[in-house]
């Protein structure tokens, strides 16, 4: 290791030696280097056939790390200064559920906001933890959920002692942080882990002036989607542990739910990217910023829409923002922030990451273009000018409090029934219900349905958001707990 430094990095280093020496294949994939599947190497390219190979000697192991893959996680975890990282080939979604497995068994609390994503909640499921939510301040004029206040973090904390871990998003989709450092203070305080779910936070660790870091602010574990702003490719990421984190049972907890087959174009992704803003990132994310901030500046200009930032900080749940983050406010257009995703792709090819209720998000990265944010500019423009209506009749609620009454595992596998979603009201749902994106639920399971919830989630299938996690896809029914 002594020798190797961020300029390498040698999972890639290896793969290309590998592909020089022409070994022949009596392995899987099946597909040979391509050439048993001519269509698929014609659309992919034979450079991606040749290195979609499978563990052996020269290319370590994923499960079980001694040479390249091992060397690539120490430079990974120099690069964000953690005492260690595992390269992640099954997205955010398993270096989250890893940390709370590795945090939690069965019965166990865990301290969390109740705007994590799906991923946290699948985790409670699958661990049997019991959550202890945290509602989050809402900002009522934008309707989104912002980060946790530290006074109601340390209630929860007062109220359940024993709880094992405190889980915080940093920051949210929208770009809010929490304030981490104390959250984290507090949690060490009462010997409890700080699991920090950083999928939207990959930037932090290689910009300036972002906020600060879960592994700069003393937590344990970080979920890091690489695959985000960090420029690799869709599904790898990077799970990040503390000193305090004993990684070696961290793995065996990893390999409890990971392919013991990982694709090493995800692997070498990550490594590459990893290079790539060890050694650049800082100019990388502040050409990100400016066109973001340009963005902001012109959109803000239009009239109408609000495209939000810094002046939204206050000191506690809204306590830093992420000016990467272009997420605008449309309800003032007669807009819900759906329908202005929805007419961006149908009117102007322009697809964004995500629009909701009342705000969209565009994500920015150094790989766009000026005359490309001159176009959704333009385009936003437009959109106001053709298809603007009254603010009058708009729900402007983003996010609802749920009432919990059965753990998530015990409602997920309890004997349910399907319901019409209208005759819900009352009944104690046994399923996940949530725009994706963002992926956080309205309605996880062993939540009150409420007449609130219910006009909720007909007005967002209405407008048209893509619903996702109930058994009946079309979402015309509901399982509920058959008590
Ligand atoms: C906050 C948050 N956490 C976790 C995830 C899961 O990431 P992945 O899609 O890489 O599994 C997402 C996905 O968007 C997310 O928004």
Same mark, same amino acid.
């Given at each position: ?73 120490? /430079?990974?975890? *120099? =690069?964000? %200064?953690?005492?260690?990282? #595992? ?5 955010? &979604? ?100 700080? /699991?920090?779910? *950083? =999928?939207? %936070?990959?930037?932090?660790? #290689? ?5 600060? &870091? ?270």
């Amino acid at each position: 290791m002594a020798e190797l430094s961020q300029v390498n990095a040698p999972i890639y280093e290896a793969l290309r030696k590998f592909r020089r020496m022409r070994v022949v294949p009596f392995d899987v994939p099946g597909h040979k280097r391509g050439r048993g599947n001519m269509e698929l190497t014609e659309f992919l390219g034979e450079d991606c056939m040749n290195v979609d190979v499978n563990s052996m000697k020269p290319l370590d192991n994923l499960c079980h790390p001694v040479s390249v893959i091992k060397d690539a996680e120490m /430079l990974a975890a *120099e =690069a964000f %200064g953690a005492a260690h990282a #595992f390269f992640m080939v099954g997205g955010t &979604t398993s270096a989250v559920q890893s940390m709370i497995m590795y945090a939690c068994k069965e019965g166990d609390k865990i301290i969390m906001p109740r705007n994590v994503h799906r991923s946290a909640i699948n985790a409670i499921i699958l661990t049997g933890a019991v959550p202890v939510y945290v509602n989050p301040d809402v900002n009522h004029k934008l309707g989104i959920a912002l980060g946790m206040s530290v006074a109601q973090v340390e209630q929860a904390i007062l109220d359940n002692p024993d709880a094992k871990a405190i889980m915080v998003n940093n920051p949210t989709y929208y770009g809010i942080c929490s304030d981490l450092k104390k959250i984290t203070e507090l949690a060490h305080a009462h010997g409890m882990l700080v /699991l920090v779910d *950083e =999928a939207h %936070g990959t930037h932090f660790y #290689f910009g300036e002036n972002f906020p600060v &870091t879960a592994m700069a602010a003393g937590a344990d574990c970080a979920s890091v989607s690489m695959h985000k702003s960090g420029g690799s490719l869709t599904q790898s990421s990077f799970l990040l542990m503390g000193k305090n984190i004993n990684s070696d049972y961290m793995r065996q907890v990893i390999n409890l739910t990971q392919t013991t087959s990982a694709s090493y174009l995800l692997l070498s992704s990550l490594d590459i990217s990893r290079k790539r803003l060890a050694l650049g990132g800082r100019e990388i994310f502040a050409q990100t910023v400016e066109m973001a901030e340009y963005a902001r500046s012109e959109i803000n200009e239009i009239g109408g829409y609000y495209a939000y930032s810094r002046e939204l900080i206050n000191g506690d749940s809204i306590y830093d923002f992420d000016v990467s983050k272009l997420s605008i406010y449309t309800l003032p257009i007669g807009l819900a922030g759906i329908e202005v995703y929805d007419l961006l792709r149908d009117e102007y090819d322009i697809q964004i990451e995500f629009g909701d209720i009342g705000n969209v998000l565009a994500y920015i990265s150094v790989g766009d273009r000026k005359r490309d944010i001159e176009r959704l500019i333009s385009a936003l423009a437009e959109i106001k000018r053709r298809f603007g209506k009254s603010e009058a009749n708009m729900l402007t609620q983003e996010y609802i409090s749920p009432v919990v009454a059965e753990t998530p595992r015990k409602a997920f596998y309890s004997t349910k029934r399907s319901l019409p979603l209208d005759e819900t009201a009352g009944e104690v749902c046994s399923e996940f219900v949530m725009c994706y994106p963002p992926g956080i639920p309205i309605l996880a399971p062993g939540e009150l349905i409420t007449p609130e919830i219910i006009e909720y989630i007909k007005y967002a299938k209405e407008k048209g958001c893509q619903m996702t996690g109930t058994e009946d896809l079309s979402i015309e029914r509901l399982n509920v707990l058959d008590i």
